[in-house]
């Protein structure tokens, strides 16, 4: 795979929300301001950038058997490093994330990554994926995050729309309007791929760390 | 000790503030696992039941030892590690002593460790300042809330998959749709708590 290639297939063409259909739920739950959708992308990038470059630094090191509680490890550590900074100079983002920021930890996006890709690359091949991973997963929320708020409450990135700030469709910056605006976007890339993007792809179980044993118990 | 807020806690948890359907923790499993009613059952039990563990498990640590020492910075390292190592070790146990649990269980706990609604019910403990009582009315409340969002919309899935949608709206969108008409109707409990005790 050129480097190329590794730098820009996570924005459009395996896109981890989109296409993969991982991380749905902070995807869900920041997407209702474009602003908080930026902030929490930069976020995950960060965390992303973080993981795979040490991974990727560490991979003869760290033993086979004992990797995943490594890497959750490592993770949670760079969680840590951006709930702090975000803490002491970004504070109203740091509140509007609210309990998203540390759950990054949690997310499967980050964590696959690390057992998919860094660790059998090298490092600089590792940082590009981290690239690509979290700018896909940034368009993926500005995306989620545009529908919401341009319909929901009138404004993009607080800019205020002539028209629709006035007959905005409240529901939409809800809980529901998350679901129904993220099947409109699944919706829209099945029409235009005319349905081969997502033809094989069930709910989050590809590249998750956990579908091995998922599979195993006959869950999927 | 008030019943009263320890049933607004669990009402508030189970109906108004869903986890999976108004807090948007949890939704992968949800959506992986509700397309079989007996899978949803049993990985919602699984569910409350680390639930409840990690809530014993976490919040003694952080009164006791993260506060007592200053190292609230630690909270997010220290909690996934307790996670990780209670549902390693629950199911060791079980595997031992109790392997009727197990068989229905056991399949569940490997994917407890990277759910969200997990390390959220922890986390949401120690940020709602809650005793440890309302914590863990809390924790039950959480994971009845996934049980029966789970329930409910395993039924609805089944219906569903044998829907006739547009060919674009075929399998994840029609289900996505189908979670948002869900999470509207819980929304119609939003006033039961304020009006719960008059």
């Known amino acids: ?220 | 000790m008030d019943v009263k807020v320890l049933l607004v806690i669990m009402m508030s948890a189970i109906l108004v503030n869903n986890y999976v359907l108004s807090q948007f923790l949890g939704v992968c499993p949800f959506l992986g696992v509700s397309k079989d009613r007996k899978n949803a059952v049993g990985m919602s039990v699984a569910v409350i039941f680390v639930m409840l563990l990690a809530t014993v498990a976490t919040w003694p640590i952080q009164h006791y030892l993260l506060d007592r020492y200053n190292l609230g910075y630690m909270q997010t390292i220290v909690f996934i590690l307790i996670i990780a190592t209670l549902v390693q070790l629950v199911e060791i146990v079980l595997k031992r002593y109790s392997p009727s649990l197990y068989s229905a269980l056991g399949v569940y706990l490997p994917l407890m460790a990277t759910n969200c609604a997990i390390f959220g019910v922890t986390i949401t403990n120690i940020k709602g300042e809650m005793t440890f009582i309302e914590s863990l009315v809390n924790a039950l409340g959480a994971g009845t809330g996934f049980l029966l969002a789970m329930v409910v919309f395993s039924g609805i899935r089944e219906h569903t998959e044998n829907a006739d949608p547009p060919p674009s709206f075929k399998g994840i969108p029609i289900t996505l749709f189908s979670v948002a008409i869900l999470s509207l109707a819980f929304f119609g409990f939003s006033g039961v708590i304020e009006n719960m005790f008059g």
């Open chain 1, 1 to 220: 795979m050129s480097r190329l290639n590794i730098l820009t297939k996570g924005f459009i063409k395996e896109n981890p929300v989109l296409i993969f259909l991982l991380g749905m739920c902070p995807a869900l739950a920041v997407s209702t301001q474009v602003s908080n959708a930026l902030g929490m992308g930069a976020a995950t990038t960060f965390v992303l950038l973080g993981s795979n470059t040490v991974i990727a630094l560490l991979r003869n090191v760290i033993p086979n058997k004992v990797r995943i509680p490594c890497y959750i490890v490592l993770i949670a550590g760079f969680v840590t490093l951006v709930q702090m900074f975000t803490e002491a100079y970004v504070y109203t983002l740091y509140q509007a994330l609210g309990i998203f920021l540390p759950l990054i930890v949690v997310n499967c996006i980050v964590l696959s990554r690390a057992e998919i890709f860094a660790q059998k690359n090298t490092v600089f091949n590792s940082i590009l994926d981290a690239i690509s991973t979290g700018g896909g997963f940034t368009i993926a929320l500005l995306a989620i995050a545009s529908i919401r708020e341009i319909l929901g409450s009138g404004t993009w990135f607080g800019l205020e729309i002539p028209v629709l700030a006035a007959e905005n469709i409240p529901i939409f910056v809800m809980a529901p309007g998350g679901f129904a605006a993220f099947g409109i976007i699944v919706a829209i890339i099945n029409k235009v791929s005319k349905g081969k993007a997502l033809k094989k792809k069930e709910f989050g179980c590809e590249g998750c760390p956990s579908a091995q044993t998922c599979v195993k118990g006959g869950v999927e």
